[in-house]
């Protein structure tokens, strides 16, 4: 799934699991409703249809003198038809009671003063039957019309009204979902869009955010965004001045000392004085040597780094010039530092990068015994760029690996006055840059190889 379906869908499933419970509510309430509205139609059409089949029997009523008498030529004859009125029954009697054509298991529906003809449902050897009863006078003579069916053959269409408005009611709110899913999802595309521009921006850059190509809901958002961006943009670039500015105001008199106390050091009057000179120097070397360490720590932070221009940076130029500025301490400590690099580049900060590899250089030399070799490459490594810096010096314990990494950590037992700075300055740089920084063995299991694994080539 991409980047894209993970957050606009999980809107979306939120909002129809949020409209599900109030619209499927809602289908049931309307199923009922149109349910009872259509059965309550049905009813009355049966109960009409039931009422005129006792009216039409009453022209079969005939007077007979003081009687009546049903005159079974004229019945309808709808009466007798078997597919039409398979359950129904009639029954005419008189007003003494005597049976004058049907069935006697037929009852009357109660008499009503302003209906004619009248209903009732009634139970009759355990069926449900519904009773329309028209009252006629003739000549003084009164007779009772009653036509009965049974309640099951009513609850047939019923049965099919309600499936029919279960079955339509699902397919709308099944499409009612539909149309809300593609709704919110057309209508999150400027979101989408905004973030894509996001995306697309390097984080290192901050740059303004298009405001037009959004909703108007949204664009005090993207306003806000912008502001933001433009205050973290000037507190990063505050920092950078005052880390810029503190280099120049260390650096300076550190230099200035140095350079004064080694001339003090060639100095005749000064040979008695020269073992402690020169642990002056030493110490004055390790000062400079932190701060510098320290400075490079605060451009690779983050809250800092992120508005340094990244360009094209050729590994195997970088690779050189480290190997040059470094190969007579080198030489000076009795080590073989020597280069293998190919044409390769990434994109990055060519001063973190200048200062990541140094920092490996100058931890593989100054824990590398005299006679032993220092290695820097620069090379794809499975199609990617790769920097690497191996020493045949004591190695790290694979159980310390990860806490050098740590500012200010050193393994116990080391020698030498570090402070603790270098790995941890290599790994946040490896991190600016999308990279992946790791310890192991050198070859033949000695020594250290520092490797750091960049994500793709520039060009």
């Not at 037929?106 to 009759?124: H, K, R």
């Not at 100095?267 to 020169?278: D, F, G, I, V, Y």
């Not at 080590?335 to 190919?342: F, K, M, R, S, T």
């Amino acid at each position: 799934m991409s980047r894209e379906t993970e957050s606009a869908p999980s809107i979306q499933r939120r909002l129809l699991w949020f409209l599900l419970p109030p619209l499927a509510a809602l289908m049931l309430a309307g199923v009922y409703a149109n349910y009872r509205a259509a059965t309550a139609f049905v009813e009355s059409a049966y109960d009409e249809r039931l009422g005129d089949a006792a009216i039409a029997l009453a022209g079969s009523v005939l007077a007979d003198g003081p009687r009546l008498r049903v005159d079974t030529s004229m019945v309808p004859a709808t009466a007798h038809r078997a597919d039409h009125l398979v359950a129904l029954r009639y029954a005419i009697v008189s007003s003494g009671g005597e049976l004058l054509a049907g069935s006697r298991e037929v009852p009357a529906a109660a008499a009503s003063i302003s209906a004619n003809p009248t209903f009732a449902d009634v139970l009759v050897s355990g069926e449900h039957l519904r009773v329309a009863s028209y009252r006629i006078s003739i000549d003084n003579a009164q007779a009772v019309i009653s036509v009965a069916e049974s309640a099951a053959q009513r609850a047939v269409p019923g049965r099919f009204i309600l499936t029919s408005t279960w079955l339509m009611d699902f397919i709308q709110l099944d499409v009612t979902l539909l149309i809300v899913w593609l709704g919110v999802h057309f209508g999150l595309k400027p979101l989408l869009s905004l973030r894509r521009q996001i995306e697309a921006g390097s984080p290192r850059e901050l740059k303004h955010l298009d405001a037009t190509t959004v909703p108007a809901e949204v664009k005090p958002l993207v306003d806000a965004l912008n502001v933001l961006f433009d205050v973290l943009a000037e507190a990063a670039r505050s920092q950078r001045r005052f880390v810029a500015d503190t280099a120049h105001q260390l650096r300076t008199p550190i230099t200035g000392l140095l350079g004064n106390l080694e001339l003090l050091m060639k100095e005749p009057a000064a040979t008695a004085l020269a073992p402690r000179l020169q642990a002056l120097h030493t110490g004055m070397e390790h000062l400079a040597r932190s701060a510098n360490q320290l400075l490079a720590l605060a451009r690779a932070d983050p809250s800092t780094s992120f508005t340094e221009q990244f360009d094209a940076v050729d590994l195997k130029a970088l690779a050189g010039r480290i190997v040059e500025g470094n190969l007579t301490r080198a030489l000076n400590a009795g080590l073989d530092l020597g280069v293998e690099a190919a044409p390769v580049a990434v994109r990055g900060n060519v001063r973190l990068l200048e200062d990541l590899l140094g920092n490996l250089v100058d931890n593989a030399i100054h824990y590398t015994p005299s006679c032993g070799h220092v290695t820097v490459r620069a090379s794809l490594r499975e199609g990617r760029p790769c920097l690497e810096v191996e020493d045949d010096g004591p190695g790290i314990p694979e159980e310390q690996r990860g806490r050098v990494r740590e500012r200010f950590y050193r393994v116990p037992g080391t020698s030498g006055n570090g402070c603790g700075l270098g790995l941890a300055i290599v790994s946040e740089i490896a991190e600016a840059h999308g990279a992946q920084f790791t310890l192991e063995s050198g070859a033949q299991r000695k020594g250290t190889r520092a490797r750091v694994l960049f994500r793709s080539a520039a060009v």
